[in-house]
């Protein structure tokens, strides 16, 4: 097993404590969208997986776990890059979770769900994700969890939310620029990779 995929485990066990808030959470967004299948995975990647990505940096804050990670037998470089990894399995759960969820309740609502609407779905909820991690994993290791929080999890989300109601873009318009979140998304996530690995090379803690 490498030394990311040892960071990822290490993450699962970081949160897995807190595992029923998480499914509670979920729960509630099935409440919640249940006559509105088409926006139940963008909700859930905009909400719930940037909180779940995030909270071993919140019980690593508070537990210390930044000595643990100084004494393991793992590169600095491997503990970043298994948070971000944790972040995109994370990201691959909920969205295959919802998906399967959005397309019971589409079915049991009678609203049309097939392949191009997940197709479309998905590049939407997969810039959401990209575009929140890209922003809240640098400032993590810059500022801590425990003192951003708040902004780093809930202003970019308020962003987004807010063009989103503010602009009332017609998704079909836009099919054929969707794909490209997908190659802009990834490149946006290594610029974060690259910035966060060089934050914490020089040890910056604000």
Request: glycine share 6%; proline share 6%; no cysteine.
């Amino acid at each position: 097993m490498t030394a990311v995929a040892r960071m990822v485990l290490l993450d699962l066990r970081t949160v897995s404590p807190y595992r029923r808030q998480g499914f509670f959470m979920f729960g509630l967004y099935l409440v919640l969208f249940a006559t509105r299948p088409t926006v139940l995975v963008p909700a859930l990647v905009l909400v719930l997986t940037p909180m779940v990505a995030a909270y071993p940096f919140n019980v690593g804050d508070k537990a210390g776990l930044s000595t643990l990670y100084a004494v393991l037998p793992v590169p600095r470089r491997a503990v970043v890059l298994g948070h971000y990894a944790w972040a995109l399995a994370t990201f691959v759960a909920t969205a295959g979770l919802g998906t399967a969820a959005a397309l019971i309740m589409a079915r049991a609502e009678h609203v049309p769900y097939g392949p191009h609407i997940v197709w479309l779905v998905l590049s939407i909820a997969w810039g959401f994700f990209a575009v929140t991690v890209a922003l809240q994993f640098p400032l993590f290791i810059r500022v801590g969890y425990t003192r951003l929080s708040l902004m780093a999890t809930t202003l970019p989300m308020a962003l987004v939310m807010g063009a989103l109601f503010k602009f009332h873009v017609d998704l079909d318009s836009l099919a054929r620029w969707l794909p490209l979140l997908w190659p802009a998304g990834l490149a946006l996530l290594t610029a974060s990779v690259a910035v966060t690995l060089l934050l914490e090379r020089r040890g910056v803690r604000g």
